[in-house]
């Protein structure tokens, strides 16, 4: 098609937009997870961590006052975060200046070469009193991991540790913030950390191990043993990464990840780390934390919005709730539901810029003066009697089945990255809403392969005063000229028609069209294109159906997703 630079200039700005808007709104509903730390001070105090918010409950379950993180300075809680003895909660403060470089190295498991100097005043760990909203500096010079950290306190001495995750290394710094003994770097993404019977606890991630070490200054990170805490069940399945575990009664109750650090499951151990069995949650449970609670343990589900009450045997419980849980899950449901429907808007945007295009492509108008400019040029010439056939133009064939060709051959690539993709990162969300899209991709290239194959196949024929209409099966229409219908896009009999290409980029030669194939057509009947759109819809049943059903049916999927 010949088309005004300003159409494509939209175009372009329609499909840059909507692709925008589905990468920023996807962000943006990342940021309204559900429940994810589950924490507890020395006075036996529950917290739960909902994005910004720290929800404060008694030891019983009722609930005392919710801390709004943001009041710290805190832009983002990046890390963990763990109680001192007097009650103060060491945390990282300041902006999340994360960019999408950073995403990036961290999906492909890279290494931070950052430093750990903060990058504005007052920003880094910080030790903050939840009451008085007031928090000082953890160390000096301060400090900031920017990352992913697992923090422990040992709250005797004040004593932390820190597992400086995507450094893999392992640190521990006095109550007044000065780093004790040499910080050890043999680790590989190493996670939560656990002080049990004078020795510290590490969810060695990549390395699929609990790693118990000396926690003594001397002796600092020296390997006491390594446990393998990934079941044959847990390979199965895919779960090699732990990432938080807890002691639970006299269990040992640890959270293995998939390779995309969720949809984990949890497997518990005996006191002497020999595997037991897997605490069977609800089927798509997306475990994050887990926390000694009563007589059992409590789990925080980020992505279903839940926490959920476990027996010390394994057994599901009632879900933990309370006045100001719920308060804080409604909010965080609606803002991500909103960004959500953004994020679909975006699709359905770029389905609609998508459809434009191809129902621009296949039912372009002929000139408001079509029967005019038919007219004009039938030239009063006599024309042998004998058979002739016309076909489409060998060049533009070509050109259409290259474009076929490569066509298909992105449509497979795309199916093998994606298919790369779930095979390596086991994102299963994310590839079922690619899948989706890719699958109803595949069905209108596949729609439109097959109208275009048919189209190509054809031919007109002229014999006396009958014209021949021959589809890609070979079969034949014969009507005399007086019962064929016809303007500059089509030609068509009572049961066949034949494309001859939009007037600006012709199916057939130009010349021929003009010279040979018009101006025989003298006794037919010129139709205005609106008559022959209608008569094409008859006539081509087939592709017209299936193509109008493939288009409504993508338009109720994308619908359906939107208001889910």
């Known amino acids: 098609m010949k088309i005004h630079p300003a159409i494509v200039i939209v175009v372009a700005a329609l499909t840059a937009v909507a692709i925008a808007t589905r990468f920023w709104a996807d962000g943006e509903a990342l940021k309204y997870g559900g429940p994810s730390q589950l924490l507890s ?3 036996g105090r529950v917290y739960i961590q909902i994005q910004n918010q720290l929800l404060e409950h008694t030891a019983e379950g009722e609930f005392v006052r919710r801390h709004d993180l943001g ?11 763990a109680f001192f003895s007097n009650g103060d909660i060491l945390l990282r403060r300041g902006e999340d200046r994360r960019s999408l470089w950073n995403g990036i190295a961290a999906y492909q498991r890279r290494e931070n070469t950052s430093d750990l100097e903060p990058e504005s005043p007052g920003a880094g760990l910080a030790r903050c009193n939840l009451q008085t909203r007031q928090c000082t500096s953890f160390a000096d010079p301060p400090v900031d991991f920017k990352s992913t950290i697992g923090v422990t306190i040992n709250t005797c001495t004040d004593e932390v540790y820190i597992s400086d995750t995507t450094r893999h290394t392992l640190r521990k710094y006095a109550a007044n913030g000065v780093e004790l003994g040499e910080p050890m770097r043999d680790f590989k993404f190493p996670n939560q950390l656990l002080l049990h019977d004078e020795q510290l606890l590490v969810a060695d991630t990549n390395l699929h191990q609990i790693r118990i070490v000396d926690p003594r200054t001397g002796l600092f990170g020296k390997t006491l043993r390594s446990i393998d805490v990934v079941p044959d069940e847990a390979h199965h399945a895919g779960l090699r990464w732990p990432s938080h575990f807890a002691k639970i009664g006299e269990n040992w109750w640890v959270n293995n990840m998939n390779t995309n650090m969720q949809d984990g499951g949890v497997f518990m151990f005996d006191e002497d780390w020999q595997y037991q069995r897997r605490i069977p949650l609800p089927e798509h449970a997306d475990p994050i934390s887990i926390l000694p609670f009563a007589s059992g343990a409590l789990i925080s589900d980020w992505y279903n919005d839940r926490v959920y009450r476990v027996s010390v045997m394994g057994s599901l419980l009632k879900d933990f709730a309370s006045p100001g849980l719920e308060a804080v899950l409604a909010e965080s449901r609606e803002k991500r539901t909103f960004y959500q429907a953004l994020s679909w808007m975006g699709y359905v945007l770029l389905g609609a810029v998508f459809i434009g295009l191809i129902t621009k492509a296949i039912l372009s108008p002929a000139p408001k003066n079509v029967t005019a400019a038919v007219e004009s040029i039938r030239p009063q010439a006599q024309f042998n009697q004998e058979l002739i056939w016309f076909e489409p133009d060998p060049k533009v064939a070509r050109s259409i089945r290259r474009s076929l060709k490569f066509g298909g051959v992105a449509l497979l690539m795309l199916v093998a ?5 779930v095979a390596s990162f086991g994102n299963l969300q994310a590839a079922a809403e690619i899948a989706s899209l890719i699958a109803g991709m595949i069905l209108v290239f596949a729609v439109i392969y097959w109208i275009t194959r048919n189209t ?4 007109i024929g002229f014999e006396g005063g009958d014209l021949i209409l021959r ?24 049961d066949m028609a034949v494309l001859l290409g939009n007037y600006k980029s012709r199916l057939y030669d130009q010349a021929t069209v003009t010279e040979q194939i018009l101006p025989r057509l003298e006794e037919a009947q010129v139709i205005p294109a609106r008559q022959m759109r209608k008569l094409l819809m008859r006539l081509q049943r087939p592709q017209s159906t299936v193509f109008l ?15 889910r």
Do not use: F, Q
């Not at 009041?71 to 809680?77: P, S, V």
């Not at 409504?552 to 997703?561: C, D, I, P, R």
């Open 41 to 43: 001070d020395p006075h």
């Open 71 to 81: 009041e710290l300075g805190i832009e983002a809680l990046i890390g963990a975060a």
């Open 417 to 421: 990255l994606t298919v790369y993709v």
């Open 456 to 459: 190509l196949g054809t031919a």
């Open 471 to 494: 589809n890609r099966k070979g079969m034949e229409s014969r009507y005399p000229l007086s019962a064929v219908m016809y303007n500059e896009v089509a030609i068509a009999t009572p």
């Open 549 to 563: 059903l493939v288009i409504v049916g993508l338009v109720a999927v994308a619908a359906l997703h939107l208001l």
